[in-house]
């Protein structure tokens, strides 16, 4: 093992930016199912989600910017990406809010069949638009250098020279933490999603609160994805998330449904799976492919371990409520 390489600044410094940016998509379905969780709605669907945001997203960016315009189109075209991306999710989120909360199914399944809705109408439209197509790219978010503090040593580079979506993340974890313990919606937020019948009788409308929480996260979830496929990877394939979904819900869990704990195990997520890209790249000998793919989701196993099932979850997640009840 190159020790004096993997020990250097210069290494250690480019794993963090990596890391950081890494981290994002599976930050932001975090951030949007800590909100629907503490409203009371467990929804296991990030997987589909980010699927179904990444390819509206994918798709989009790629039509515009097959457009005669040039450079001119590509602020456009990232725009209209998120956009698509969102109302994605948004529809999806509604799906199961209406799954869950107007019909009062079980969360567990209704969830999951966003999984395998997401899975199979990304597949079915991403054979029928791009058949015959020999990996199809887009331009990808552009890098956003702040001036000055870009210069610092080691900080600048890590957190001053990242893509749009990298501090567009920054700025919704602020707005989220604010939103759910500075404001009356967080606080109805919370009540709803703690004492569903003492919230109703004090004049919140609990399936109202339920169906927003449930819609913004699952766009949240979707723009994770669009961040994957447009601002990461530039490309689309099928089931490219790859897990990515189900371990934002296990990040949920490991944070208590809170932001800023979530975002230090998505980092943590981001970090292994930067490592593992630079230390194939250095070619170690006898160190298996097959183990260092795997390091992101065992670091996330081994996190999960220390979280103690249940603990800081809403006392009325997953329960459907009935006005009956009260």
């Known amino acids: 093992m190159p020790w004096d390489r993997i020990l250097s600044l210069t290494f250690l410094v480019s794993l963090m930016v990596a890391g950081i940016r890494l981290m994002t998509p599976i930050f932001l379905a975090a951030l949007g199912e800590i909100i629907t969780e503490r409203a009371g709605v467990l929804n296991l669907g990030l997987e589909g989600l980010m699927l179904g945001g990444g390819f509206a997203g994918f798709a989009v960016a790629y039509a515009i910017q097959q457009l005669p315009g040039g450079d001119v189109m590509l602020p456009i075209s990232h725009v209209a990406a998120v956009l698509a991306a969102l109302v994605v999710g948004g529809l999806m989120g509604l799906i199961l809010a209406f799954l869950c909360v107007t019909l009062r199914a079980d969360q567990v399944i209704s969830s999951v069949i966003l999984v395998i809705l997401g899975q199979g109408l990304t597949t079915y439209f991403f054979r029928q638009l791009f058949a015959g197509q020999l990996g199809p790219h887009v331009t990808g978010f552009p890098e956003l250098s702040i001036p000055v503090l870009n210069q610092l040593p080691v900080v600048g580079p890590i957190f001053f020279q990242q893509n749009l979506a990298v501090y567009l993340s920054g700025v919704l974890l602020v707005v989220v933490w604010y939103g ?147």
């Open 180 to 326: 759910l313990t500075r404001t009356t919606w967080g606080l109805s937020i919370r009540a709803v999603g703690q004492y569903p019948a003492a919230a109703d009788t004090s004049g919140v409308n609990v399936a109202r609160v339920r169906y927003v929480a449930t819609i913004v996260g699952g766009a949240l979830a979707a723009l994770g994805g669009a961040v994957l496929t447009v601002g990461q990877l530039q490309l689309f394939k099928e089931n490219v998330t790859a897990g990515r979904g189900w371990i934002a819900v296990g990040l949920v869990v490991f944070s208590r449904r809170r932001p800023v704990l979530a975002l230090l195990g998505a980092l943590l997520f981001g970090l292994a799976d930067a490592l593992q890209f630079r230390i194939q790249a250095l070619n170690v000998p006898d160190l298996p492919y097959e183990f260092l793919l795997m390091l992101p989701y065992l670091l996330t196993i081994l996190v999960l371990l220390r979280a103690k099932r249940g603990e800081g979850a809403p006392a009325a997640l997953g329960i459907p409520y009935t006005p009956e009840e009260r």
